[in-house]
């Protein structure tokens, strides 16, 4: 490929980003697209919600007979069918804000009129109450916290400080705050065994035992028989985005094994991010055993684990919020169990939720005649800085990869990252100048392969003589003897270039996962994109293209570009013979770009812009070094004086290293031996 060539490709891909950046849609033309998009997406939620509410309005109908359950005797058991005795469970309560709530919660009936109160009659002139949740509300500066007394439970959490993408689309300046998950969506109980009998706690109708607002304080409290007591403390502070929970039961000595109390969380979180496909990716329970450490349950399907090991936290995931639950002391493995499920494709919840999650943990209680446990109930964003503040290797659960990935991202590409953002740079600068930091600190590498890449091509003419001296394959051990001598003579080496490669991968790798990851970039706009954590989109088609979406990704079209250039150049630039039988590597390398637009459409665009100024900026820096470092008619005639010293014996060339002396051993052994084996044929 010749200068001019160069010039001619490197000037289209500058037209085109110019033609990119001048042709992206007017800010007036991206409010429309969003506003199109956000009364599509309320018109789907609407239906979603008419559809759940005649769902709820048939069961609430189709249960009231339920609520009549069997009074216990004293060991816990159901009263006999004749005793005429039922149990009328009402969980109504009025909350007053600032004030301590309380309510009778259990109505007792003779079971010969519990027919007429089932229909709202009356029984000894009471009025039936009606089965009610009863909402009651925490704040602090990060959340907002909704609490049942029904259950005693976590009702629903909004992070104040975000917004999902339905929300940011509107552009209206606004934070309205993002709702993890609201009443109906998750439930904290405990599930006991008393006298052999399982109940749970989540039906039950508990009093509101303390409620102070400003204090940032709540406690529900459910009393069973004699002096047994079941008590939930909930507290917030202001400046985290913690919730403290703690649980005290007492009076079940004797009655209630310590192992027999375990804790049921469920959830199911709701869409906060653009495309569904995308975050439902990388959520997931992630879970830290004791000894074993961190693991999580798959990603992309259904799946569930008996623990282990005892359990330092657990954790619902999804792609940058996140619930911790985080015991003082470890839960133990007995009995504990964690599942995350999936959602079927075009059913109702699957077009609401991500996924489901499950916990069902063991408390590991010492007693149960006074035992209580302290847990932080974690609600906020999967920043790497405020997951890491916490000590408990919170931040195990971003996905920056393993191992040397993982240390290049948190110890490299992170901090210098940061920094970049402290000097108020604005984030797409930021990556910018990211990107040709990395690229700097690469250059001395790609030098090396390009020197090494400039080597084979002087060879060239040289290996093709070779190849043409040695077409037979009986001959193909001499030929590569004779190659090897030609290598070692000149200073070249095929796989010289392979090592340089080698080395940057890491950091290439580290940063395919870094972007995707990092909180820094949700719901921040770059350019045309007005989301670099989620896809940008410059064209929506109106139909879906198998594989590729329904929209076009702008970066992801530059990045093939840029690397299809890159990739012609290389071919350019390498000098590696084609061997018979292989597949032609020049057309799989041009077919690689093709699929990466495929690949990439529905990536994260900062992720895509970052490997198109990277790619873009390879191409320069190859230029460069030809044009500025390396004269390769220079370094034609160093390498031909060099190869003459060494065959007239007067220099002192290159050592050959012992791997090569033993190769040469091995060479010489297998010639041996084809030669026998020939020498024996001619003989038959």
Same mark, same amino acid.
């Given at each position: 490929m010749d200068r001019n060539t160069v010039t001619g490709l490197i000037l289209i891909g500058l037209l085109l980003t110019v033609f990119a950046i001048f042709n992206q849609p007017s800010e007036e033309d991206q409010k429309k697209m969003r506003e199109k998009e956000r009364k599509e997406q309320e018109k789907k939620d609407a239906a979603a919600r008419a559809k759940a509410e005649k769902e709820k309005k048939e069961k609430e109908a189709k249960t009231l007979e339920g609520n009549w359950i069997a009074k216990l005797d004293d060991e816990g058991n159901p009263a006999p069918a004749d005793s005429g005795m039922v149990v009328y469970m009402d969980t109504t309560v009025t909350p007053v804000k600032d004030t301590i709530v309380s309510a009778e919660m259990i109505v007792v009936a003779p079971k010969e009129k519990s027919a007429d109160m089932a229909k709202g009659g009356t029984s000894q002139g009471k009025p039936r109450a009606e089965v009610k949740d009863s909402l009651l509300t925490l704040e602090s500066d990060k959340l907002i916290v =909704? #609490?049942?007394?029904?259950?005693?439970?976590?009702?629903?959490? *909004? /992070?104040k400080e975000f917004e999902s993408y339905r929300d940011f689309a509107k552009n209206d300046g606004k934070i309205s705050g993002l709702t993890l998950f609201e009443a109906g969506d998750a439930v904290n109980e405990l599930i006991i065994t008393k006298n052999g009998r399982k109940f749970? +706690?989540? !039906? /039950?109708? #508990?009093d509101v035992a303390e409620y102070d607002s400003i204090g940032k304080r709540i406690v529900f409290e459910y009393r069973g028989q004699d002096d047994e007591l079941i008590r939930f403390s909930y507290g917030l502070k202001d400046g985290r985005y913690d919730l403290g929970y703690d649980i005290k039961i007492k009076g079940y000595g004797g009655k209630v094994s310590p192992q027999n109390v375990l804790l049921s969380w469920q959830t199911k979180f709701r869409q906060t991010e653009r495309l569904m496909s995308e975050q @439902? @990716?990388?959520? +997931?329970?992630? %879970?830290? %055993?004791?000894?074993? !450490?961190f693991s999580y349950l798959s990603e992309v399907s259904s799946d569930s684990e008996k623990a282990e090991d005892d359990i330092e936290w657990v954790n619902f995931k999804q792609s940058y919020f996140s619930s911790f639950l985080h015991p003082e002391r470890p839960f133990e493995k007995s009995g504990s169990r964690l599942a995350v499920g999936t959602f079927n494709e075009g059913s109702k919840d699957g077009g609401i939720y991500i996924k489901k999650y499950k916990a069902k943990v063991n408390l590991g209680l010492s007693n149960t005649d006074d035992a209580s446990l302290h847990m932080d109930w974690y609600f906020g964003p999967n920043? %790497?800085?405020?997951?890491a503040s916490y000590d408990s290797d919170y931040d195990e659960i971003l996905n920056y990869g393993w191992g040397i990935f993982r240390w290049i991202n948190l110890y490299a590409v992170q901090p210098l990252f940061n920094i970049l953002q402290?000097? !108020?740079?604005? $984030?797409? $600068?930021? $990556? *910018? #100048? *990211? +990107?040709? $930091?990395?690229? /700097?600190? *690469?250059?001395?590498i790609q030098w090396k392969m390009y020197t090494s890449s400039a080597k084979m091509r002087i060879l060239k003419p040289e290996i093709d003589e070779l190849n043409k001296k040695y077409p037979e394959k009986e001959d193909a051990m001499k030929k590569q003897q004779e190659m090897m001598t030609l290598y070692r003579e000149s200073g070249a080496s095929p796989l010289a270039g392979c090592v340089p490669m080698l080395i940057q991968m890491p950091i290439l790798l580290a940063v395919f996962r870094f972007f995707p990851s990092t909180f820094d970039l949700? =719901?921040?706009? &770059?350019?045309?994109?007005?989301?670099?954590?989620s896809y940008d989109s410059i064209a929506t088609l109106g139909f879906e293209i198998p594989f590729y979406g329904d929209h076009v990704s702008l970066f992801t079209l530059l990045m093939a570009g840029t690397t299809l250039i890159y990739t012609m150049i290389n071919q350019g630039n390498m000098a590696t013979p084609q061997q018979p039988g292989m597949p032609n590597m020049k057309y799989i390398m041009y077919f690689f770009p093709i699929m990466m637009i495929f690949f990439f459409n529905n990536y994260s665009s900062g992720l895509s812009y970052y490997y198109f100024i990277s790619t873009l900026s390879s191409? /320069?820096?190859?230029?460069?070094?030809?044009?500025? &470092?390396?004269?390769?008619?220079?370094?034609?005639?160093?390498?031909?004086? @060099?190869?003459?010293?060494? =065959?007239?014996?007067?220099?002192?060339?290159?050592?050959?290293s012992k791997f090569q002396e033993r190769?040469? =051993?091995m060479q010489k052994a297998q010639a041996e031996q084809q030669k026998a084996r020939n020498q024996a044929r001619k003989k038959k």
């Open positions: =909704q #609490f049942n007394a029904k259950g005693g439970t976590v009702a629903s959490v *909004l /992070l749970t +706690t989540g !039906g /039950l109708a #508990f @439902r @990716r990388v959520s +997931t329970v992630c %879970y830290n %055993y004791k000894e074993e !450490g920043d %790497y800085d405020v997951l402290s000097w !108020g740079l604005a $984030i797409g $600068i930021a $990556i *910018l #100048f *990211l +990107t040709i $930091i990395l690229k /700097l600190v *690469l250059m001395p949700r =719901q921040k706009s &770059f350019l045309w994109a007005e989301d670099l954590s191409i /320069l820096i190859m230029i460069a070094i030809k044009r500025f &470092f390396v004269d390769e008619e220079k370094l034609k005639a160093k390498m031909a004086a @060099r190869k003459a010293a060494a =065959q007239s014996g007067n220099g002192k060339g290159k050592k050959k190769l040469e =051993q």
